[in-house]
């Protein structure tokens, strides 16, 4: 059981959008930037989003990043065959005396 | 190049140690932290703890704390991760990555992960 909650799998058709939550509490998304990394099959994880709608240099503006209170968001816009891979958010948590948790994981499909 | 390159696959019987290496290049090694992170066949990622090379500084997983050891050789550019009293769910690959100093889940390089087997 993961610490923060995400769906284990959303898909979409080229050119959709599609959205990925990631469901925390009072003790890890409402205090802490979210961050989200994106994992292609058989690659080291990737940083997608930082400081909840960061991009890093060189990630497409079709992925956004946004926060509300406890819970947090990806948008894939005009989504892409190479979109298909798993995503994971990352937070930092204050109980057991500081700790950065994952979302179990969503596995982006493109029919 | 700026990356992070880590040592090879292990291989492990129950209650052995291993340690895994994680070399920096391309960029101050003394400016970052580095985060260990750890995934298990078919799970998510569990982060066990990170180094600020440039003190020393650790700071682990309540999870991991004790048979967990991070060190770093900044001569060297590299850190280290020592799992003590291995167990077979300890058997995951292994990734260190670059992070930032304090409470930041921001990991923007990540090495190529080690596969760590415990059987």
């Known amino acids: 059981q993961s610490v923060l909650t995400q769906p284990p799998s959303v898909s979409g058709t080229p050119g959709q959008t599609v959205t990925i939550s990631c469901l925390g509490s009072n003790s890890n998304i409402r205090k802490s930037y979210v961050y989200w990394y994106q994992v292609l099959p058989g690659m080291a994880p990737k940083l997608l989003i930082y400081t909840n709608n960061q991009r890093p240099s060189g990630v497409p503006d079709r992925f956004s990043g946004s926060k509300s209170v406890t819970s947090a968001y990806l948008a894939i816009r005009g989504l892409r065959s190479e979109d298909e891979a798993d995503y994971y958010c990352a937070a930092w948590d204050d109980s057991l005396s500081g700790r950065v948790v994952f979302g179990g994981g969503t596995r982006l499909t493109v029919l | 190049q700026v990356q992070v390159v880590q040592s090879g696959a292990e291989m492990k019987k129950p209650g052995a140690s291993v340690r895994v290496s994680c070399q920096a290049s391309?960029?101050?090694?003394?400016?970052?932290?580095t985060h260990w992170v750890r995934q298990a066949p078919g799970q998510t990622f569990e982060w066990m703890g990170w180094?600020?090379?440039?003190?020393?500084?650790?700071k682990y997983s309540q999870k991991f704390q004790d048979r967990l050891t991070i060190t770093s050789d900044t001569s060297a550019s590299t850190a280290y991760m020592e799992l003590s009293r291995l167990r077979s769910d300890d058997t995951a690959v292994y990734y260190c990555?670059?992070?930032?100093?304090?409470?930041?889940?921001?990991?923007?390089?990540w090495g190529q992960g080690a596969l760590v087997t415990v059987s």
């Open positions: 391309g960029y101050n090694f003394t400016s970052y932290t």
């Open positions: 990555g670059r992070g930032y100093s304090g409470s930041n889940p921001k990991i923007d390089l």
């Open positions: 180094i600020n090379a440039g003190d020393g500084h650790t």
